[in-house]
């Protein structure tokens, strides 16, 4: 059965399952759900996935999977090879503390509707891009260590994994909200390094059926 995959061109989210989905080899028809004209609120993609949240992906049999961080741990269940999580189960450990950092801690508190609640509350563009900024830094300030230490290419070894899958993402994500990534060699180097790699590239927002021009 066909897989269908619900998601937006460059958010955060969809980006990094759109990773684990090319490591893995899947083939998936693409729905586009713009996020910032509301879509995920309507009620056609609220019977896909009733929280109103991207990603989702729909197995064609019935079954419909949500939460990035669900779905890249059920990829690896399902599809064993090319492992993503590490075999030793403290280094298994270590890439979901890493993915953490990035899917818990970071990003939920700069996703499109914090923003919009921020400039409800009546924080000007200025205050809001400060926040998303903050954020940001802190996160990499937890993370930069764990990947001096344990990079080999990747964020944990040499080849990527879950840590991998959300770590781009938020280097794409701070880049569009004027990060310096000067003080994050370690998660710079990554970064370079994923670029260079097919499914990376593949799961690009840039490549997706649904991109807009910058």
Known sequence: MA????GYWRATA??????????????????????????QREPAFKTVNPQ??????D?????????SLAILEWLEETIPEPAILP???LDRAMVRRMAGIVA????????????????????AQPEILEWIQGWIGEGFDALEPLVAQHGKGFAFGETPTIADCCLIPQVYSA????VDLAPWPAIAAVD??????PAFIAAHPDQQPDAKPA
């Open 14 to 39: 969809p980006y990094r399952t759109r990773i684990g989905l090319q490591l893995k080899g899947c083939a998936y028809d693409t729905v586009s759900i713009d996020l910032v004209a509301g879509e």
């Open 3 to 6: 897989w269908t995959f619900h």
């Open 192 to 197: 370079a390094r994923a670029q260079q790699h």
């Open 52 to 57: 109103g949240l991207t990603p989702a992906l």
């Open 104 to 123: 818990c801690d970071i990003h939920p508190l700069n996703n499109t509707r914090v923003g919009r609640k921020l400039a409800r509350m009546g924080h």
């Open 87 to 89: 075999k030793d189960p």
């Open 59 to 67: 197995l064609g049999d019935g079954n419909v999977l949500a939460q």
């Open 175 to 178: 880049r569009r909200y004027e």
